[in-house]
């Protein structure tokens, strides 16, 4: 009997030591979902819906210095540039499934009233470093405006956004997005990881590792295919930033 239970709590303590499963992180939201669209609030509504670890949306600093949420600098249909025009003549702008771009704070009161998801808050990069201070101070603002400070990551391609963000949130995981980078410049940064493309980790596998010795974390973007997706969960990310969520949560419960 005690060695029936001394080799089952050594099958436990095996199963313990096997490199946790990624989180999942809808990428622009769950936007790929029906009725949706990139970045739009409906988005997060269906990646909250599922039960992801997180969803992702990309934020700029108008003109007239508001923040919007949008991906892409220029509209494709209008030639509007998300910094070069003010909120007003950008909010008018439609989504595919009829939403208005929205306002930072319109997407936040949605984040607010949906506490089980994460916000991983993507700042665009700006045409010069004093607009992108700006800007870090105003998303500032607006996370502890709407209560979602504690629950929101940031993520940034620029240095000058991570760092701003790192003095005025010391304690927030702030993720370089730009791959040019390994993990130990990271880590002489203080940020909390890195956020890399598929195409650099696998350009760099070791740096996965390496992060990992560091005490820093990794997220891969943006995988879509099940065998990216294995590929990586092998690898021992711990975050994995996708376009359909449900492939991969049903991939991670097999």
Not at 48 to 76: M, P
Not at 92 to 110: A, F, Q, R, S
Not at 195 to 216: C, I, N
Not at 225 to 250: C, H, N, W
Request: proline share 4%.
């Amino acid at each position: 009997m005690i060695r029936q239970l001394v080799l089952a709590a050594a099958v436990l303590l095996a199963g313990g030591a096997a490199t946790a499963q990624p989180k999942v992180i809808a990428h622009r939201g769950y936007w790929t979902a029906p009725g949706s669209a990139q970045n739009s609030r409906t988005s997060f509504t269906k990646a909250d819906s599922i039960g992801v670890y997180g969803s992702e949306i990309d934020v700029w600093l108008t003109a007239d210095n508001r923040l919007i949420v949008n991906h892409d600098r220029h509209h494709k249909d209008t030639g509007i540039d998300m910094e070069r025009n003010t909120a007003r003549e950008i909010t008018k702008i439609v989504l595919p499934n009829g939403e208005n771009i929205p306002t930072l704070d319109e997407y936040l009161e949605l984040v607010a009233a949906k506490p089980h998801t994460r916000l991983i808050l993507e700042m665009k990069s700006l045409s010069e470093l004093q607009r992108e201070d700006l800007a870090a101070e105003k998303i500032v603002r607006a996370l502890r405006k709407h209560g979602v400070l504690e629950r929101t990551d940031i993520i940034a391609f620029s240095i000058n956004a991570c760092l701003a963000f790192k003095k005025l949130l010391p304690d927030t995981k702030i993720y370089y997005l730009n791959g040019d980078l390994p993990p130990r410049s990271i880590k002489e940064l203080g940020l909390a990881g890195i956020d890399y493309s598929m195409e650099d980790l696998r350009r760099h596998p070791h740096w996965v590792e390496q992060a990992h010795e560091l005490g820093l974390e990794v997220n891969v973007w943006t995988v879509d295919s099940e065998e990216e997706m294995k590929y990586f969960i092998e690898l021992g990310v711990d975050y994995i930033t996708t376009d359909y969520p449900e492939r991969l949560q049903a991939l991670l419960t097999r």
